[in-house]
């Protein structure tokens, strides 16, 4: 298992270095960079070439990176592996610092997305996101990426003898419970701004520069191979950068094939993705259109390129809970490293049907990687992700799927070693098709 753990750990590190959807975006662009792939913009004309490695960005915190094709694009299509770079956390508010009891500083936060509040509880805390600057053209400010790489904040908890019924359950308010203490009021700290003159330090800017922030809470440790074994993976943000990377991966080790090989990674899907940078916007179907049009295609050639083209949807599924069983169904239970996961849900919250998990089970079997499948309790929902709102931006076959993971939402949820493995195999071969 040594190749599997070091990939493990590739995986960790690369969460690590990707604290927020902005950064995430950034640590994949350096990637891409490496590995020879040329930045392509929105606001200038695409002239891209046969076998030629390329990438766009929206918003700094969405992605799509492809290598395209050699052969006609409305003959071969489009294999296309979709994730989301953002993950459920604490967004600060504007004017974040309350002062309480006369001398400790807690910043106003709000929730983002649906994290399971009582795991941030006592555990350090950072802070990372993007800020945006003054510029010579106000249409234009400048934005930069900031990362505070210490523990700088904490949300504690309220004792036992306070509460003594807190081991039957309790009621988080987000805008009471969930304010994370950030310093205790001194001579040393500059009065008001406390946040921002640490990140204008940071940053090495002026604070009167900085106009606006994005910046989120991230748990400050890192992620570990943990287990007798070494068999499992405990890291924050799992959901969903473990696919982002191995999507990446799969990207990076394939060469041009007939078909355009495409990865997006879409940002705001814990959400609902409806944002210009989200899974229900026309960023793909733009990304698709303008590679189309740099080929002297036209639209009769757009569509049927997409009948010919088929969509990994890639996003975390739930592993049986070893303690809590009975919360699966009870035929199809997913286990820790026994492979990616097909979700299917008669709703259609996932778009996989019998063709496409045909499909993904064909690549599987030539991958040599074991297949699982994933269908909720028919008494409880489920939730969904990005396959079934692109597919109603654009009609192309797809399959919903992921690698199993249990805590999905914590701040600390928990993979498989063999199962990143087994998915970035399974996602190669798909490329080399």
Known sequence: MIE???????????IYESPTAFHAVDTVKKRLHHCGFIEVREDETWNLKKGGKYFVTKNDSAIAAFILGIGNLEESGFKIIGAHTDSPTFRIKPAPEMISEGNYIRLNTEVYGGPILNTWLDRPLGVA??????????????????NIKRPILIIPNLAIHMNREINKGI???????????LAHVNERLEAGNYLLNEIAKELKVDVSSIIDFDLYLYEYEKGSIIGLTNEFISSGRLDDLAMVHAGLEALLRVTATQSTNVLIAFDNEEIGSRTKQGGDSPFLSTVLERILISQGKGREEFFRSLAKSFMISADLAHAVHPNMGEKHDPVNRPILNKGPVIKISAKQSYTTDSNSDAVYEEICKKAGVPVQKFVNRSDLAGGSTIGPISSTHLAIRSVDMGTPILAMHSVRELGGVLDHTYVTASFEEFYKL
């Open 171 to 181: 009621e988080l308010n987000p805008q009471r419970d969930t304010l994370p203490l």
């Open 4 to 14: 599997e753990l070091e990939f493990a750990q590739e995986l960790i590190d690369f």
């Open 129 to 146: 996101g993007r800020i945006t600057v003054r510029s010579e053209n106000i249409l234009y400010p400048e934005t930069k990426l900031v």
